[in-house]
């Protein structure tokens, strides 16, 4: 490089040119740098390593149960190695090709990101490979819900929905049973994939399209993104700090709304069997001493028992032989400040009287006769509604979710599922199912959304997803982490949860909790016990939600009410998570304006600490609250890093202990005193002084 392209460099480097937020640096010889506004070298092209590739291939995608196995094959991978460059006042026009191969790539700065890159048609391919910068001290976050890491580096990260899977961990008796049935799940298996990613180096990746895909980070100097067929627009932003990079993402993706107020009022507990047994669990917790906010029925539409357990029977409408004067009830238990919330899925049974009114609409995905397509969901036979059918989704928003849920008095569901879209499904809008599968969350999310909003009932009604894709967040009023097992393990237990939820809010979604306790019961191998019950309670506790499940398998697991010792124990961290309202809806807050998650890694806020970037099961709850949950069973201490911030100490909630960072801590940490600190300048110190006595 001569002395004049030298200062052409740093000029571009520092300001960028015409407008744009990237400069594009050639060197001679086929090479090429795009680099960011003030950060880095983003992409590098060589002749012998270009950065874009073409290639033709098939991929398989086998399910069973919602898990899919995925067996992709390239036949050819063709490097572009030449091109061509002209540019405007507004980017830059790159013509890549290799001998008679040429691709169009656009080079711009479009809605409100530094760089964006549009890939033009590729023909008769049928996949592409981008390649970008990376170095090998470089940490990588997001990637939507994933649930085994933080730092991504070093491992592959397929963009496909789907059961998480039970166990998640190969070398584990759970994941071995469930994977006779392909249902173990992996590493990299969740509900809620995002092609979406941080990197330590100052950036965001973003990719708009919905195709199958798979971020690739272990390669020590470069990522690589690999798209199926045709790729949507790729968005790269650039900050100074983590809280500016999701503030942004979020202004672009969307965010979620607050939460109702009453939420955080005490617990919601998940109860079934019936309308006796609801009021006879209500009049139990509040004999012991439980702040009650809501009562979780997801049975209100009947129930049925099979070989995994007690399930739920999917036709959407009260069950009034099982649920006897609900109607009356919830309006009685309103009365109260107590909630009645409700559970409901995209999919109705095929022995429910909606769904014979349904397919005599043709409302249902077709299969390849133009059929209703009939899915096994582990047992219980379903049609699923076909979302892209004007008819049929306008049908289901009004029918379902409105009459049948919000006018009859709910204040709240779980709204599981739409993972399972199969890639062979006809769609009304003749679309194909494999470019719709990750989207179907989102509109799934979308309905609801829609449903609450037209009743003019946002903030004061709340439904919970755990499926979802870029563009949740705008609908989403809540996520929860899924299916946990009952355990303690890290794959797939209470510790899966937190990896999850710092991963999730980097990608947009800020607001999530799980299910206190765990869900996914294997008697007698796999069975909740008292300490996981409570420790899960612990840390949740120290969230923006309080809700239990007694799992699939309800009598193998201890429960809040199993005896009167386990729920004194369970009332006394009701009230610590109702004592810390007031902080809580600060939080939320802050997540609802700026983006901000309420779960948020140490980096976040300690970005100079380089501890920090690898802790993984430890995190701030807003500002103020550092929080390290006990995710092991039989411990009366634990290990904590506490980072060091420059304006106060650390104080532990329970003694009162005061901590300069940086620093390792062992404390005592017996059931119910999960390891918390906060902020000697906090001005919520009243706040958590009380919780410290309670």
């Given amino acids: 490089m001569n002395v004049l392209s030298l200062l052409l460099f740093l000029v571009y480097f520092l300001f960028g040119v015409d407008g744009l937020g990237f400069t594009f640096i050639e060197y001679g010889n086929g090479n090429f740098t795009i680099y960011l506004v003030g950060n880095r070298p983003i992409i590098q092209h060589s002749a012998r390593r270009p950065f874009v590739y073409i290639g033709s291939g098939e991929t398989e995608f086998r399910e069973r149960y919602g898990n899919y196995k995925i067996a992709d094959y390239t036949g050819e991978k063709i490097g572009l190695s030449s091109y061509t460059v002209t540019n405007d006042s507004r980017g830059y026009n790159l013509t890549m090709y290799s001998c008679s191969i040429k691709v169009f790539i656009r080079l711009g700065s479009e809605e409100g990101h530094v760089l964006t890159i549009d890939i033009g048609d590729i023909g008769s391919y049928n996949r592409v490979w981008i390649q970008l910068t990376a170095d090998t001290n470089e940490a990588i976050y997001g990637g939507g819900e994933q649930y085994s890491y933080l730092n991504l580096r070093g491992r592959q990260y397929p963009i496909w929905t789907g059961e998480q899977g039970i166990g998640r961990n190969r070398s584990t008796l759970v994941t071995y049973v469930t994977d006779l049935k392909q249902s173990g799940g992996d590493y990299y298996t969740t509900y809620f994939p995002q092609p979406t990613f941080y990197s330590t180096n100052k950036y965001y990746f973003h990719h708009s399209g919905s195709n199958y895909a798979i971020l690739d980070f272990s390669h020590p100097n470069f990522h690589e993104i690999f798209i199926a067929r045709q790729p949507g627009r790729l968005y790269f932003n650039t900050a100074e700090t983590f809280p500016l990079m999701v503030s942004k993402l979020t202004n672009f993706l969307g965010r ?295 799992g699939n398998q309800p009598k193998e697991n201890v429960q809040f009410y199993s005896s009167p010792e386990i729920s004194n124990k369970f009332a006394r961290l009701t009230h610590i998570f109702k004592t810390l309202k007031n902080y809580t809806k600060i939080v939320l807050n802050d997540t609802v304006t700026s983006g901000v998650p309420a779960y948020k890694p140490l980096f976040f806020n300690y970005p100079d600490d380089v501890r920090c970037y690898n802790v993984t099961y430890q995190f701030l709850y807003g500002d103020d609250l550092l929080i390290a949950p006990v995710i092991l069973d039989f411990r009366k201490r634990w290990d904590v890093y506490l980072p060091a911030d420059p304006t106060a100490s650390w104080v532990h909630i329970w003694t009162g202990q005061s901590y300069q960072g940086p620093r390792d801590v062992t404390v005592q940490a017996p059931v119910g005193n999960p390891p918390v600190f906060y902020r000697s300048t906090s001005q919520f110190v009243d706040i958590f002084k009380t919780i410290g006595n309670l």
């Fill in 256 to 550: 979620m709304p607050n939460l109702p107020d009453w939420i955080h009022d005490g617990a919601i507990i998940g109860v079934q069997g019936g309308s006796k047994q609801m009021m006879d669990y209500i009049s139990y917790s509040e004999t012991h001493g439980l702040n009650i906010t809501g009562v979780w029925i997801q049975d209100w539409a009947g129930s049925v028992d099979d070989l995994f357990g007690h399930r739920l029977f999917w036709n959407w409408e009260w069950n009034q032989e099982l649920y006897p004067g609900l109607d009356e009830l919830i309006i009685g238990l309103r009365d109260r400040n107590i909630h009645v919330l409700a559970y409901v899925n995209p999919y109705l049974t095929v022995d429910g009287n909606l769904f014979k009114y349904a397919e005599q609409l043709g409302y249902f995905v077709k299969n390849s006769t133009d059929e209703t397509y009939i899915q096994d969901f582990a047992g219980i036979m379903a049609g699923s509604i076909d979302l892209t059918n004007p008819a049929a989704y306008q049908w289901y928003k009004n029918k379902i979710i409105k009459e049948n849920m919000i006018e009859f008095g709910m204040s709240g569901w779980m709204a599981d599922f739409s993972e399972y879209l199969p890639v062979d499904a006809k769609l009304y809008n003749n679309q194909s199912a494999t470019s719709y599968h990750n989207i179907w969350p989102v509109l799934w999310a979308k309905l609801n959304r829609e449903a609450v909003e037209e009743l003019e009932m946002l903030g004061k009604i709340v439904f919970f997803l755990r499926a979802g894709f870029s563009g949740t967040g705008k609908y989403s009023t809540l996520m929860w982490a899924g299916d946990q097992d009952v355990d303690f393990t890290y794959a797939d237990g209470i510790a899966s949860t937190i990896p999850a939820a710092l991963n999730m809010g980097l990608s947009g979604v800020g607001i999530t909790h799980f299910d206190i306790g765990g869900y996914t019961t294997f008697a007698p191998l796999l069975v909740r016990r008292e300490e996981l019950l409570l420790r899960s309670a612990e840390y949740a506790a120290f969230g923006p939600v309080f809700r239990t499940h007694q």
